[in-house]
């Protein structure tokens, strides 16, 4: 099982990125996003289900936005009014018979 993760990258507070992940073959009930800060622990981001129910961190809410890419089992994060403190490796995540898999993170830096 493999998540194809892309997008990050350095911007200016206030600005915008989007990440994708693409993980074929794949029948995914949850897909999402999670973060790590320096120094701090894992912080969900958001998730998306099969059918379509979706959940953000409280840091998050009403600046991203998570939705399913055209293709099948692609999630989309849209991340608007960025702050410094979303800098964080971003990783891509599936959840499949109850269990976890992951991408490899890919880094937002966001200046001040």
């Known amino acids: 099982v493999q998540l194809q993760a892309c997008g990050g990258g350095l911007v200016q507070a206030g600005g915008s990125l989007r990440l994708s992940c693409a993980a074929p073959?794949?029948?995914?009930?949850?897909m999402g996003w999670y973060r790590q800060a320096p120094g701090e622990q894992l912080e969900l981001v958001a998730t998306?289900?099969?059918?379509?129910?979706?959940n953000y961190g409280d840091s998050v809410k009403g600046r991203f936005t998570i939705s399913r890419g055209n293709t099948e089992n692609t999630v989309i994060l849209q991340m608007n009014s960025l702050k410094p403190e979303d800098t964080a490796v971003y990783y891509c995540?599936?959840?499949?018979?109850?269990?976890?898999?992951w991408g490899k993170g890919t880094q937002v830096t966001v200046s001040s």
């Open positions: 995540n599936g959840v499949q018979f109850g269990s976890n898999y």
């Open positions: 073959g794949t029948n995914f009930r949850i």
């Open positions: 998306i289900t099969s059918g379509g129910s979706i």
